[in-house]
Each structure stands twice: as structure tokens, then as C-alpha cells.
């Protein structure tokens, strides 16, 4: 069974980075749109960033713009979310979705595939 796993979350403070890793065997996943969700205690999920397949488009949801960055190693199919000057909203467990869409960033509802997420913690 073809899965996406996440790594690299723990526990930081604020101001402090973080890279997230999300990983998948090399040929699986490969044409589909890549996005990282995050979802905060009692919070619904919201929407992070998103990768197209290639790598050569980006989104991302205005709260994290000019401190995250998501970027993609073809060659080994893991997508990345390097995650700097974290503040304690970021806090949440983070996931990564996988769509198959023709349109980007995908709607939300596009992305089928889903890893069991990594834990982000910011302290104040």
C-alpha cells in the first residue's frame, strides 16, 4: 500500500525553524499535486501550502507567506516544508495530502491521499 509519511516535527520556541519531511516511494504520487494541512486542537484543518508535481508552482495561505517554504526533490518524490520564525500559532499537527487535480493549487476536496501527520509544537 502506497503511503505518505511525515517527519520532522517536535518541539521548538518561537522564532525557531523547523523542516518537515514528507516521503513516499519513488514512483508513487509522482503526477499529483502535493499540499502540507495543518489542524490545531478543536480546530478544523486548514490549509498550508501547496506543491504542483513538477515543483514549479507554489501557494501558500497568507498567515505563513514569507516564512515557510515548500519545495520538492524529484529524484527521491519527498516534498518539504522548511518552516522558519515559527510562532506558537503554528502550532498544530501537520499533514500531507496528495491530489490529483488539473487545476492549482487543487481544491481542498481534490486531495485523496493522506499521511498520518507529524506534531509541531511552538512555545511562547
Known amino acids: 500500500q502506497v503511503q505518505l509519511v511525515e517527519s520532522g516535527g517536535g518541539l521548538v520556541q518561537a522564532g525557531d525553524s523547523l523542516r518537515l519531511s514528507c516521503a513516499t516511494s519513488?514512483?508513487?504520487?509522482?503526477?499529483?499535486?502535493r499540499a502540507w494541512f495543518r489542524q490545531a486542537p478543536g480546530k478544523e484543518r486548514e490549509f498550508v501550502s501547496a506543491?504542483?508535481?513538477?515543483?514549479?508552482?507554489?501557494h501558500y495561505a497568507d498567515s505563513v507567506k514569507n516564512r515557510f517554504t515548500i519545495s520538492k526533490d524529484n529524484t527521491t518524490n519527498t516534498v518539504y516544508l522548511q518552516m522558519n520564525n515559527l510562532k506558537p500559532e503554528d502550532t498544530a499537527r501537520y499533514y500531507c495530502?496528495?491530489?490529483?487535480?488539473?487545476?492549482?493549487?487543487?481544491?481542498?476536496?481534490?486531495?485523496?491521499?493522506w499521511g498520518q501527520g507529524t506534531q509541531v509544537t511552538v512555545s511562547s
Open positions: 519513488k514512483h508513487a504520487f509522482s503526477r499529483f499535486s
Open positions: 506543491i504542483s508535481w513538477t515543483g514549479g508552482l507554489t
Open positions: 495530502g496528495a491530489a490529483l487535480a488539473t487545476q492549482f493549487p487543487p481544491e481542498t476536496i481534490s486531495f485523496a491521499f
